[in-house]
């Protein structure tokens, strides 16, 4: 079976320090991958996609960015905290070209203080 | 890409049937409807999936009238543990990828 993990669950990091939130699917080949972030007591905003090593769509401009070095993971980054790069970052997955369920990693709560 | 538009809130008590309606006008020919379910500080899990017409699996029913302008996922005697976020999504897909956008969703609270 597929499963999806990201690390670390929690982090609470300083304003201008870097970031990275890692993410690995296991069971399947060649998937879609998501970067989601939703901000407490709001929907999810779609950061990067990627459906291929090295392939990053990016849907937001923002202080983030997103690379897939290999096909099953995905890493978002940040060179500089903002305040406002606070919330929970969700990785997520789909198979390509088969309709459209998408499934969701344990998520990430970042602080930025 | 197909905007999705949903109620904000809805209350209920357990044993009731909940109906949540989404409307996406702009449903494409190739477009699935799907429902997802959030609990606080977890990532979305799929509920139930839908082209036309209706769909029912163990968890509940998707009725999708046959303009596809709209669905309503229908939860069957809520109990207080159905107290989530549901967020209707209509996805595109493409050639080579696939790229999904949640609304806002629909916070569902179920009393005793």
């Known amino acids: 079976s597929q499963t999806i993990h990201q690390w670390p669950a929690t982090l609470v990091q300083p304003v201008g320090s870097p970031l990275s939130l890692e993410c690995t699917v296991e069971?399947?080949?060649?998937?879609?991958l998501y970067w989601y972030r939703q901000a407490a007591g709001r929907g999810l905003q779609l950061l990067f996609y990627?459906?291929?090593?090295?392939?990053i769509s990016s849907e937001v401009p923002q202080n983030l960015s997103a690379s897939r070095p290999q096909d099953r993971q995905f890493i978002l980054s940040s060179k500089k905290l903002l305040l406002s790069d606070s919330g929970f970052y969700l990785c997520?997955?789909?198979?390509?070209?088969?309709?459209?369920?998408?499934?969701f990693g344990e998520g990430s709560w970042l602080t930025v203080v | 890409l197909a905007k999705t538009t949903q109620p904000i809130s809805m209350d209920s008590y357990e044993g009731q049937e909940v109906n949540i309606t989404c409307s996406h006008n702009?449903?494409?020919?190739?477009?699935?409807i799907t429902w997802y379910q959030q609990f606080p500080s977890q990532g979305p899990r799929f509920i139930i999936q839908?082209?036309?017409t209706k769909v029912t699996n163990e968890v509940a029913s998707l009725f999708i009238p046959a303009d596809r302008k709209s669905s309503t996922l229908s939860l069957p005697r809520v109990s207080l543990s159905d107290t989530a976020v549901y967020y209707c999504?209509?996805?595109?897909?493409?050639?080579?990828?696939?790229?999904?956008?949640f609304g806002a969703g629909t916070r569902l609270f179920v009393k005793a």
């Open positions: 997520a997955w789909s198979v390509q070209e088969t309709g459209n369920t998408i499934y």
């Open positions: 069971g399947t080949s060649n998937p879609n």
């Open positions: 990627s459906v291929g090593i090295g392939q």
């Open positions: 702009n449903i494409a020919t190739n477009d699935y």
């Open positions: 839908g082209y036309k």
């Open positions: 999504l209509v996805g595109e897909s493409r050639t080579g990828g696939f790229k999904t956008i």
